[in-house]
């Protein structure tokens, strides 16, 4: 079998003060952070799309890297030696999860049944792979996106027959999650939004995808897949309005359709800062409603409003997520997606180790830091603070709700009123930025 990445040996820990590019300086997998390693709380994973099917091609320009393992012109050919390469690659770097589109282990074909024959046959060579390496499948998802019936929408489609194919590509998709033992399974809502209202009936789109999400949840009580179900909002791109469009606007919609319980969250930092949002505000809207399930660790550039999808190098952002997922008491069966990509100048094939490595050592620095910070309590006793005066009088009926307008009127209206605390927000910036600085 061909080796793909022949300079490549196993990335290892080579601690802070080692100079090899192709070795861990804060990723430690064994290490003991709290009363878990590095590796479980991380569950680190590989984006298939992005790192094994993609090849750097953008709105201007054609494909940069010209990916040895995707050369084959036969379908099944180029399939199989994508997988063999995409498991050199995982195993040699050291991460234990993988996530992936159908589209991405299979090229489409002529048919659906064609489509479905050939990824049978490529899934069985995957599990092989899963097996012999003990690499597992942390989520599973359909492509509803790329192929141009789904230019106006899969489960939002304004075609009945677009409906339905998208019902079945999902279907099949669910299957296969459940063969690969697929701890979950993502939704991101491709093209389900509207370019303009002048030709949308936002209802009955929005009635479809509930239904559609209905009909998954039925179908994967009726095989007996139990992974954990997860939305994952976007605002916007491809389409100008995503359905989706942030965990809170997401959580209402499930609420509203009787969905809420099967779902849970795939937060991406990229899709959080175009929602107008930071990663950690998203993160702590989900963990306080019990809906945090999993991460795609990115980061975008803020200069740019769209999705860069870059690998996420900023350790102030990678503590304030960490922060999240240590107070949710973990990530688990989610974990940490890198759904990332190598720039286009990037484009050689070693630069797939640099860029993941890169990501891996700031979250396990973030982690770390993170850690430390909870344990210090000092963000936790700062804000416990901050809203002492809830803990007794007028504060604590407020909190205990047994109190009214005219009580809190009569016990006000004398009373000579003085500013509320500092905010203090410089302070606190500098006190994570002295934790970074070491
Ligand atoms: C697109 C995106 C997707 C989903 C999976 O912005 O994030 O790759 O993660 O469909
Ligand atoms: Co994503």
């Given at each position: 079998?061909?080796?793909?990445?022949?300079?490549?040996?196993?990335?290892?820990?080579?601690?802070?003060?080692?100079?090899?590019?192709?070795?861990?300086?804060?990723?430690?997998?064994?290490?003991?952070?709290?009363?878990?390693?590095?590796?479980?709380?991380?569950?680190?994973?590989?984006?298939?799309?992005?790192?094994?099917?993609?090849?750097?091609?953008?709105?201007?320009?054609?494909?940069?890297?010209?990916?040895?393992?995707?050369?084959?012109?036969?379908?099944?050919?180029?399939?199989?030696?994508?997988?063999?390469?995409?498991?050199?690659?995982?195993?040699?770097?050291?991460?234990?999860?993988?996530?992936?589109?159908?589209?991405?282990?299979?090229?489409?074909?002529?048919?659906?049944?064609?489509?479905?024959?050939?990824?049978?046959?490529?899934?069985?060579?995957?599990?092989?792979?899963?097996?012999?390496?003990?690499?597992?499948?942390?989520?599973?998802?359909?492509?509803?996106?790329?192929?141009?019936?789904?230019?106006?929408?899969?489960?939002?489609?304004?075609?009945?027959?677009?409906?339905?194919?998208?019902?079945?590509?999902?279907?099949?998709?669910?299957?296969?999650?459940?063969?690969?033992?697929?701890?979950?399974?993502?939704?991101?809502?491709?093209?389900?939004?509207?370019?303009?209202?002048?030709?949308?009936?936002?209802?009955?789109?929005?009635?479809?995808?509930?239904?559609?999400?209905?009909?998954?949840?039925?179908?994967?009580?009726?095989?007996?897949?139990?992974?954990?179900?997860?939305?994952?909002?976007?605002?916007?791109?491809?389409?100008?309005?995503?359905?989706?469009?942030?965990?809170?606007?997401?959580?209402?919609?499930?609420?509203?359709?009787?969905?809420?319980?099967?779902?849970?969250?795939?937060?991406?930092?990229?899709?959080?800062?175009?929602?107008?949002?930071?990663?950690?505000?998203?993160?702590?809207?989900?963990?306080?409603?019990?809906?945090?399930?999993?991460?795609?660790?990115?980061?975008?550039?803020?200069?740019?409003?769209?999705?860069?999808?870059?690998?996420?190098?900023?350790v102030f952002?990678?503590?304030?997520?960490?922060?999240?997922?240590?107070?949710?008491?973990?990530?688990?069966?989610?974990?940490?997606?890198?759904?990332?990509?190598?720039?286009?100048?990037?484009?050689?094939?070693?630069?797939?180790?640099?860029?993941?490595?890169?990501?891996?050592?700031?979250?396990?620095?973030?982690?770390?830091l993170?850690?430390?910070?909870?344990?210090?309590?000092?963000?936790?006793?700062?804000?416990?603070?901050?809203?002492?005066?809830?803990?007794?009088?007028?504060?604590?009926?407020?909190?205990?709700?047994?109190?009214?307008?005219?009580?809190?009127?009569?016990?006000?209206?004398?009373?000579?009123?003085?500013?509320?605390?500092?905010?203090?927000?410089?302070?606190?910036?500098n006190l994570v930025n002295r934790y970074i600085f070491g």
């Amino acid at each position: 079998m061909a080796e793909y990445f022949k300079e490549v040996k196993k990335i290892s820990f080579k601690g802070k003060e080692s100079k090899d590019p192709l070795a861990f300086h804060y990723y430690n997998p064994e290490e003991k952070i709290g009363d878990k390693t590095m590796e479980e709380h991380l569950r680190f994973s590989v984006a298939y799309w992005h790192t094994f099917a993609a090849e750097g091609r953008d709105m201007f320009g054609v494909e940069s890297a010209a990916r040895p393992w995707n050369s084959f012109s036969d379908p099944l050919d180029r399939a199989l030696t994508r997988c063999d390469a995409a498991f050199e690659f995982m195993s040699k770097l050291g991460v234990k999860y993988f996530c992936t589109h159908d589209r991405d282990l299979v090229d489409e074909q002529e048919t659906l049944r064609e489509t479905n024959k050939l990824l049978d046959k490529v899934i069985e060579h995957v599990k092989e792979k899963m097996e012999e390496t003990g690499i597992k499948l942390l989520w599973g998802t359909a492509n509803l996106f790329t192929h141009p019936r789904f230019m106006q929408g899969a489960a939002t489609s304004c075609d009945a027959d677009i409906y339905a194919y998208a019902a079945a590509q999902v279907k099949k998709a669910l299957e296969i999650t459940k063969e690969l033992g697929g701890e979950n399974y993502v939704f991101w809502g491709g093209r389900e939004g509207y370019e303009t209202l002048l030709n949308t009936n936002m209802e009955l789109e929005l009635n479809n995808l509930a239904n559609f999400l209905h009909m998954a949840v039925d179908y994967a009580k009726q095989i007996g897949f139990n992974g954990q179900f997860l939305i994952e909002p976007k605002p916007k791109e491809p389409t100008k309005h995503q359905y989706d469009f942030d965990v809170a606007n997401s959580y209402a919609f499930l609420q509203k359709y009787d969905l809420d319980k099967y779902f849970k969250f795939n937060i991406e930092a990229n899709h959080a800062t175009l929602a107008g949002h930071t990663f950690q505000h998203e993160l702590r809207y989900a963990r306080i409603n019990n809906i945090l399930g999993s991460l795609d660790a990115n980061m975008g550039d803020l200069l740019l409003g769209w999705d860069t999808d870059q690998f996420p190098t900023n350790v102030f952002e990678n503590v304030l997520a960490m922060y999240e997922i240590l107070k949710n008491g973990g990530i688990a069966p989610g974990g940490l997606n890198f759904d990332s990509h190598v720039r286009r100048p990037s484009y050689e094939d070693i630069d797939l180790f640099y860029a993941h490595i890169a990501g891996m050592d700031a979250f396990a620095l973030g982690l770390k830091l993170a850690n430390k910070i909870l344990e210090d309590k000092v963000l936790d006793e700062f804000v416990e603070k901050r809203y002492n005066t809830f803990n007794s009088g007028v504060g604590k009926k407020i909190v205990d709700e047994e109190t009214n307008f005219e009580e809190l009127e009569s016990y006000i209206i004398d009373k000579k009123v003085s500013l509320p605390k500092s905010g203090r927000q410089e302070y606190l910036e500098n006190l994570v930025n002295r934790y970074i600085f070491g």
